[in-house]
């Protein structure tokens, strides 16, 4: 059954405070994974999909990673309008994009 | 990318009825999905919403509790039947373009069931 575990549950941070956030994935051929930020109240909203181990993408002060097991989303300086839950997911076998989603990492960046 | 409305964005219902969300992409898209999230919890996928034909379920999920329909490429529907709070979620549209590599969720539809 593929499975997605993401750690740690919560991080409180500083602004400024860089961290990383990890997304580990047990599923038969890799088709992509998928980062996703999400607001109280509100639908994920996209951020990244990575396909092969080794890609690397950027926006603003998140970078996500990919390995054969797992990903990573690094948070550079963040700042408090950076707290958010972030989720990460992965296509399930049958190819089609249903997503497997983690439970998410909720992230607070306090001033 | 592709902007997805969801309507009614909230609502609060009695036990035993039933309440229709829509759900329209502001653009063709091959494949348009369902999500549940309850409270305090991650998202799990209730069906895909096939064009012209009967929604693809997932385990767990049935059509006789969340009817689905999905006329054109560009909008959908999600019906949950005769509610129980158990039904108290938030509910989610998501659409997903060819070769595009992203996966698009609405803003989603708050339904507290009393």
């Known amino acids: 059954e593929d499975q997605v575990t993401q750690s740690p549950e919560a991080l409180r941070l500083q602004e400024g405070e860089s961290s990383s956030l990890n997304c580990s994935y047990t599923?038969?051929?890799?088709?992509?994974l998928f980062w996703y930020r999400q607001d109280p109240g509100k639908g994920p909203e996209f951020l990244f999909t990575?396909?092969?181990a080794g890609e690397e993408k950027e926006k603003e002060r998140l970078k996500a990673t990919l390995t054969k097991k797992e990903s990573f989303l690094h948070i550079t300086a963040p700042k408090p309008e950076d707290s958010a839950t972030y989720l990460c997911a992965v296509p399930d076998n049958t190819g089609f994009q249903k997503l497997v989603f983690g439970t998410g990492t909720r992230l607070l960046v306090s001033p | 990318s592709a902007v997805i409305s969801q309507k009614p964005s909230r609502d609060i219902c009695q036990r035993g009825t039933s309440l229709t969300i829509q759900c329209q992409v502001d653009?063709?898209?091959?494949?348009m999905f369902w999500y549940r999230q309850q409270p305090g919890q991650s998202l799990t996928l209730i069906a895909t919403?096939?064009?012209?034909?009967?929604?693809?379920?997932e385990s767990g999920f049935v059509i006789d509790k969340f009817p689905i329909s999905r006329p054109n490429l560009t909008f959908s529907t999600l019906t949950v039947s005769n509610m129980s709070p158990e039904d108290s979620s938030i509910y989610l549209c998501?659409?997903?373009?060819?070769?595009?590599?992203?996966?698009?969720f609405g803003e989603g539809s708050r339904l507290t069931v009393l």
């Open positions: 998501s659409a997903y373009r060819a070769g595009s590599g992203e996966l698009f």
């Open positions: 599923v038969s051929g890799l088709r992509g």
């Open positions: 653009s063709q898209v091959t494949m």
């Open positions: 919403a096939n064009q012209g034909s009967e929604a693809t379920y």
């Open positions: 990575l396909y092969s």
